[in-house]
């Protein structure tokens, strides 16, 4: 079978098949997965099984429920401090197919889309899906973009820029400066802005720093994804949503409307029951993971030729293991995850796929007694290791 060019070099993304390789470790800790613990509130899942119990799972709206985009909308105004109307908001199967239908409504082939690294290395592959061209935007040493860096980065062909914050690995969110020169340079080039948010609520110092309420001149040119993903633990139930200028909306609705038709209706219901909650249980996930956070992360700082910034939310470390590789002879992130899997007994994630040679992804979405456990490895490897 001949397939096409952008089909022929696809495979699964390097983070999934790193993930999926077995320790030979007896009894191996789990730390790759970008998954929070235990299921949704037991309000979802009991709206998805009343839904299907009471047969309301038929086709519905391409766009989504109008309950469920109106309390999107609501939502998303309250957060981003920008007026969204239910008809600027598409349910989606998830974060993933909002980015990705994005691009495809507005990259003609070759167009260009910047990525600030490091980042989810999904970004790229669905810019190359969409037929664009990504370009990488290196960081500086604190793993932001550098001043000037994307100004340096656009071409003519720029068509677009992916800010996602918090971010997916480092859990860094953008400073004024940055984001200011963020919006010179959409503005200045006419460029799309994909506010990829999905972590926006697990912001954990103080509250949500998103793009828009910074800038919300730029709300005419911002494609806000979000999901329900991470915020509400419904990872299987493929579910997100995409709010923005209403012709790109539009367009979306009309490319979905030839492939997925519309998120699941089961996980539409148990949507409008998360967002219904008061936010306790989220308050809680937020708790949690400060704790883990600040338990790893001192861990992990006081280990000699290791640094570990704090991040200011998601669910993930990324700290700097290079200088430890060079003292040690290890030639790559890669090797250094596989030794950590196969001796060490911790499976994490190499830093090379997210765009920073030298560091590992380590998921704090772990229970606590398996963080403590896992720390105490990492410390035993890393400072007696040959
Ligand atoms: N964006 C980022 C940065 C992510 O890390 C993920 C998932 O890992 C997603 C989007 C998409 O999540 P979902 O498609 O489950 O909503």
């Keep these: 079978m001949k397939l096409n060019a952008r089909a022929a070099g696809a495979g699964l993304s390097p983070t999934m098949a790193a993930a999926a390789r077995p320790s030979r470790h007896p009894d191996p800790i789990d730390l790759t997965v970008g998954e929070p613990e235990g299921p949704p509130p037991p309000e979802v899942r009991e709206a998805a099984a009343r839904a299907a119990l009471e047969g309301r799972a038929r086709y519905g709206p391409v766009q989504g429920l109008p309950r469920l985009r109106e309390l999107l909308a609501r939502d998303l105004s309250a957060r981003d401090g920008v007026a969204r109307d239910p008809d600027d908001v598409l349910v989606t199967a998830g974060g993933k197919p909002a980015i990705l239908d994005a691009l495809r409504c507005v990259l003609e082939p070759g167009d260009e889309v910047l990525?600030?690294?490091?980042?989810?290395?999904?970004?790229?592959?669905?810019?190359?899906?969409?037929g664009g061209i990504p370009v990488a935007v290196g960081p500086d040493p604190?793993?932001?973009?550098?001043?000037?860096?994307?100004?340096?980065?656009?071409?003519?062909?720029?068509?677009?820029?992916?800010l996602n914050q918090p971010c997916n690995p480092t859990g860094r969110v953008w400073d004024a400066p940055r984001?200011?020169?963020?919006?010179?340079?959409?503005?200045?080039?006419?460029?799309?802005?994909?506010?990829?948010?999905v972590y926006g609520t697990l912001t954990l110092d103080g509250p949500e720093r998103p793009l828009l309420r910074a800038h919300p001149e730029l709300a005419d040119r911002t494609l806000v994804v979000e999901s329900f993903s991470k915020r509400?633990?419904?990872?299987?139930?493929?579910?997100?949503c995409a709010a923005g200028?209403?012709?790109?909306?539009?367009?979306?609705t009309a490319l979905a409307s030839t492939s997925v038709t519309h998120a699941s209706m089961l996980a539409q219901h148990a949507g409008i029951a998360a967002l219904a909650l008061d936010g306790t249980w989220e308050a809680a996930v937020r708790d949690g993971l400060r704790l883990r956070r600040d338990r790893f992360q001192a861990g992990l700082a006081a280990l000699p030729g290791l640094t570990c910034q704090r991040p200011e939310g998601a669910l993930y470390l990324f700290p700097g293991v290079g200088a430890w590789m060079a003292d040690h002879g290890v030639a790559t992130d890669g090797e250094l995850a596989d030794r950590l899997r196969d001796a060490a007994g911790v499976k994490v994630l190499p830093g090379t796929p997210f765009g920073a040679p030298g560091h590992l992804r380590i998921s704090l979405a772990a229970p606590l007694p398996d963080l403590d456990r896992a720390l105490a490895r990492l410390t035993d490897f890393f400072r007696n290791a040959p």
């Design 115 to 130: 990525i600030p690294l490091p980042a989810w290395p999904t970004f790229r592959d669905q810019v190359a899906w969409a």
């Design 245 to 252: 200028p209403r012709a790109l909306v539009r367009a979306m």
């Design 179 to 197: 984001l200011a020169e963020l919006a010179t340079l959409a503005r200045d080039r006419d460029l799309l802005v994909i506010a990829d948010q």
């Design 232 to 240: 509400f633990a419904m990872t299987g139930y493929r579910l997100g």
């Design 142 to 162: 604190g793993l932001l973009p550098a001043p000037g860096a994307l100004a340096a980065a656009a071409t003519p062909r720029t068509r677009a820029v992916i």
